[in-house]
């Protein structure tokens, strides 16, 4: 992708180079000049006498205008000065065309074209033998409006002018011509591309040259914003972004007044309008000299302004850049400081990020299993959380990373110090629990995170508080999206039916799971966000089973068995079609935590609403997040307001790459050199060595 994107930007760099330095002088090899000097000569005059009547015209014959603004005078003025700032680059350009010759990349379309205007202009000049060059050039005042688009009367301008003044070009360098005419008669193009070369060209003062754009950063201004005017317009013409397309970005007049108010003076509208036509111009050189300070000042405001206009809009025309798109660093980028869990999918460590010390946590995905490629887990993980982490309550991931070989790979996110389980057990050895304003700061941040979730359409499908992380500054995080899948539509059956039962950690597997359904959607994670919710509030998980069969049990036993009165769809089940479960009562729930006084009737009213065993009666996350538990004394306590322990994952030990590695060593320390020279020269394993004695296992 950066390659693709480094050689599309250096086309695109020639071509704009090509656009802009075609009319340089100074791009000419001095040769190349001397040769071209004499005939170029007479358009330079003729250049300067036009460029001089143009701005004679631009400023006095303003100031004898009426003060009443006619808006067809105005337009065909724009018209005007347009048609004579094409017909003078047009001239400015042939003038310069030698330098066209020395461009090798002569594409086949392009062959075929010169070949068409060689055919062109061999006619166009057989025809202007027989007339005066003065007939064809016809003054731009006598232009209609209109003919200022017109392919043809420039073309033939340039070609008639050509065919009188530049008798010794080649076909080559006319083709190129009609080339450039091609070019400002463009569709794309407008004055403006004329503007945006004056700039450069005619600029008095130097502008400082514009950085070229070659790559981007996770963090640049520049990627990942695509330009809202594209986004709002879907279908124009902007959505093929053609590399040759660099408009220059005129000024408005409100753009004017804010870089005029500067210098104390407000401006109507309409005397805006003037300053737009006055310094949508760069003035030649001569003029320049004549102008005031203030008016210099406020010209090379219009120039920067233009420039720094220009650039934005090229900026916003590039791709969307997308970091997991742009290769992956290799996790030597990273030192692993140590570890923190072994979990199913992968050893969780921590590193800090060797230039910029940042401390992240590395997941390593486990590959040693994988016969078909990367895997589908870490591939899922690694999509949801690139979705989805822009939400606080998600964790984010920051890049994938490489190791040396093909199954190292490893997915660098933000650190955070605890996860809720941890801290639930270390709360629980201290005797504590969580105060009722700590329980609804938990749950408010978990049910958010959920919602977001649930409304990018993703599942997560392994809520536990061991997936729970939280900061020290008390922010809750929902991680590991190992067991996570984007869901269709309710009536994409088909789609659904394809969703694999045996999810989540037993424990937190709601009834329809469990029951075998043929569809399930987001209530499978409500439930398991109302078994999190209970843990909150007991310290411990509300239904251990041992199995699944044992699993239903616990659930039944609590919230009582169902039938189809309160759970009218449970026939479709396949397990519930099969089995004949005990009968037991509901109410086990609401003695535990009514009777104990563990939640008040509005607390339990939203367990109980998170924990209904028929999924389609199970609280939504909005609808959770919306309960009146949480407006009800006392309120959800502010993030920093949760207690905070010294981070486990912090104190562990050095990860085991390195512990593997200098065990042997460690145990060879205390041994005679002799015997552990020798077992060094059996390549024995740490685990073979006894520490007082040694003896080789077989
Ligand atoms: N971003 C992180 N910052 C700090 N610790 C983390 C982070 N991500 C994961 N951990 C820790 O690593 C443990 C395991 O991570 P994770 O759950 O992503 O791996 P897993 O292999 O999918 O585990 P599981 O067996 O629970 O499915 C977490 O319980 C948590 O303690």
Not at 292 to 315: I, N, W
Request: glycine share 4%; charged share 35%; hydrophobic share 30%.
């Amino acid at each position: 992708m950066s390659d693709r994107y480094s050689r599309r930007r250096h086309d695109s760099d020639d071509e704009s180079k090509e656009t802009r330095f075609s009319v340089k002088p100074r791009n000419l090899r001095r040769d190349d000049r001397n040769c071209d000097e004499r005939s170029n000569r007479d358009v330079e005059r003729r250049d300067d006498r036009n460029r001089q009547e143009k701005f004679s015209r631009g400023y006095s014959g303003r100031d004898q205008r009426s003060p009443v603004r006619n808006d067809r005078h105005n337009r065909d003025r724009n018209d005007r000065h347009h048609k004579e700032e094409v017909h003078s680059l047009c001239e400015v350009y042939k003038s310069q065309s030698l330098i066209f010759q020395k461009d090798k990349r002569r594409d086949d379309t392009r062959r075929d074209r010169d070949r068409k205007n060689r055919q062109e202009i061999r006619r166009d000049r057989s025809r202007s033998r027989s007339r005066s060059p003065a007939k064809h050039r016809s003054p731009p005042s006598h232009r209609s409006p209109s003919s200022h688009r017109s392919r043809d009367s420039i073309q033939g301008s340039i070609r008639s002018t050509e065919s009188t003044s530049r008798k010794s070009q080649t076909p080559n360098e006319l083709s190129e011509i009609s080339r450039f005419a091609d070019r400002l008669l463009d569709s794309n193009q407008n004055s403006n591309t004329i503007l945006e070369i004056e700039d450069i060209e005619k600029s008095p003062t130097p502008l400082k040259d514009e950085d070229p754009i070659v790559s981007f950063t996770f963090d640049d201004t520049c990627g990942p914003a695509r330009p809202s005017r594209v986004a709002s317009e879907p279908n124009s013409e902007h959505d093929n972004v053609d590399v040759e397309y660099r408009p220059a970005t005129p000024l408005t007049p409100a753009d004017l007044r804010a870089s005029v108010t500067p210098l104390g003076s407000d401006h109507s509208d309409d005397e805006a309008e003037d300053l737009l036509d006055r310094y949508n111009t760069t003035p030649d050189s001569e003029t320049w000299n004549s102008l005031p300070e203030d008016e210099k000042k406020l010209h090379q405001e219009a120039m920067e302004q233009r420039k720094k206009r220009r650039h934005e809009e090229a900026v916003s025309k590039l791709p969307v850049y997308y970091p997991g798109l742009r290769g992956c660093q290799h996790i030597a980028e990273y030192s692993i400081l140590n570890t923190i869990a072994e979990g199913t999918y992968g050893e969780v460590f921590r590193g800090k990020n060797t230039r910029t010390d940042e401390i992240v946590a590395l997941k390593r995905f486990k590959m040693e299993k994988e016969h078909e490629g990367f895997p589908i887990t870490a591939l899922r993980e690694i999509n949801m959380l690139l979705k989805a982490g822009s939400h606080m309550n998600v964790v984010k991931v920051r890049e994938v990373l490489v190791g040396n070989t093909k199954t190292e790979v490893f997915m660098a996110m933000e650190y955070i110090e605890h996860d809720v389980k941890g801290l639930i057990d270390t709360m629980k050895r201290r005797n504590q629990r969580f105060k009722t304003g700590e329980q609804k700061s938990l749950m408010t941040q978990l049910l958010s995170g959920m919602e977001y979730l649930h409304s990018l359409w993703i599942l997560h499908r392994d809520l536990k508080t061991s997936n729970l992380l939280i900061s020290h500054s008390g922010v809750l995080k929902i991680a590991d999206f190992g067991m996570a899948r984007e869901f269709g539509e309710a009536s994409d059956v088909e789609n659904r039916m394809k969703l694999t039962q045996v999810v989540v950690t037993l424990w937190y597997r709601s009834p329809e799971l469990l029951l075998e359904p043929k569809t399930y959607s987001t209530p499978l994670d409500m439930w398991s966000v109302g078994c999190i919710m209970a843990e909150f509030i007991t310290m411990n998980p509300l239904f251990r089973g041992e199995d699944e069969p044992n699993q239903v049990e616990l659930i039944f036993q609590m919230l009582g068995t169902p039938n189809e009165i309160t759970w009218p769809d449970i026939n479709e089940l396949k397990i519930w079609q099969k089995v004949e479960f005990p009968k037991h009562k509901a109410g086990q729930l609401k003695r535990i935590f009514r009777g104990e006084k563990l939640l008040n009737e509005t607390g339990f009213n939203l367990l109980n609403g998170l924990l209904t065993l028929d999924p389609s009666q199970r609280l939504t996350a909005s609808e959770a997040l919306n309960h009146p538990w949480f407006e009800e004394h006392p309120k959800p306590v502010s993030c920093e307001d949760l207690p905070t322990f010294p981070a486990r994952s912090e104190l562990n030990a050095p990860p085991p790459i390195q512990k593997r590695k200098n065990k042997l060593e460690a145990l060879l320390a205390d041994e005679d050199p002799e015997r552990a020279a020798l077992l060094r020269a059996f390549n024995v394993k740490a685990e073979q060595v006894k520490p007082s004695d040694f003896q080789l296992r077989f």
